[in-house]
C-alpha cells in the first residue's frame, strides 16, 4: 500500500497546488505501453499493431499540452518512452520516484501480481526474466522456485534498472531523480 500511497500523494498534491495549469493522472491507460514487451525499447516503434489505445492516450497529451502541463505517474509510462520522446521530445522531462523495494514488493503482492494472474497484466506488465530485453536474465533458471514476493522484488530491480538506462541513454531530457524513503517504513 505504500508505494501506492505515494504516488496517489504526489498526484494530489500536484494538483491541488495546480489545479488550473496542470492534467495529473495516476497510470491512465495502466498495461496499454505493454511493459513486458516495450520496457527496454529505446529505439524502436513501440506499439502492438492494434494498439489504438495508445495512439488514443497519446493524441490526449497532444491536447492536453496546448495549454497545461500533463503529469503522468505511473512505472509503466516508461516502456512507453520512445513513443513519449518521438512525440514530446522539446516538451518532457522525467522524474524517476523511488520507492524502497520491499515496500513496493508487498504492496504488489497485496495485488496478487505472480499468483492470480490476471491474464491482461500476465501478458502485458508481469515483467519476466524471459522477457525480450529483460536485464536480470540469469532468474531464468530458478523463476519457478521463486516466492510471489521475490519475483516482486525482481520486477522492482528490472524496472529501476531501465529507468536509470533512460537516464544515460536520453542525455538531452531533463532527468530527476527522487527518493521517497531511505528507510523501510511499513
Avoid at 500511497?5 to 500536484?14: E, G, P, R, T, V
Avoid at 495516476?26 to 516495450?38: A, F, G, T, V
Avoid at 516466492?147 to 541513454?169: D, G, H, M, Q
Amino acid at each position: 500500500m505504500y508505494s501506492q500511497m505515494w504516488n496517489q500523494w504526489f498526484a494530489k498534491n500536484l494538483y491541488e497546488i495546480y489545479p488550473d495549469k496542470i492534467e495529473v493522472t495516476h497510470e491512465p491507460i495502466l498495461c496499454d505501453y505493454y511493459p513486458r514487451l516495450n520496457l527496454w525499447k529505446f529505439d524502436s516503434d513501440l506499439k502492438p499493431e492494434e494498439n489504438r489505445v495508445l495512439d488514443k492516450h497519446m493524441d490526449h497529451i497532444e491536447k492536453v499540452t496546448d495549454d497545461k502541463i500533463y503529469v503522468e505517474i505511473g512505472w509503466q509510462s516508461i516502456a512507453g518512452i520512445s513513443e513519449l520522446y518521438n512525440r514530446f521530445s522539446d516538451r518532457l522531462k522525467l522524474i524517476h520516484l523511488v520507492r524502497h523495494p520491499v515496500n513496493v514488493a508487498a504492496s504488489l503482492v497485496t495485488h496478487n501480481w505472480y499468483s492470480s494472474r490476471a491474464p491482461e497484466r500476465a501478458e502485458k506488465a508481469e515483467l519476466e526474466p524471459f522477457d525480450e530485453g529483460a536485464r536480470l536474465t540469469y532468474y531464468s533458471d530458478i523463476w519457478n522456485a521463486l516466492s510471489e514476493f521475490e519475483k516482486c522484488l525482481y520486477y522492482w530491480t528490472e524496472v529501476n534498472f531501465c529507468a536509470l538506462s533512460i537516464k544515460n541513454r536520453f542525455t538531452d531530457l531533463p532527468f530527476y531523480h527522487l527518493s521517497s524513503s531511505n528507510k523501510c517504513n511499513t
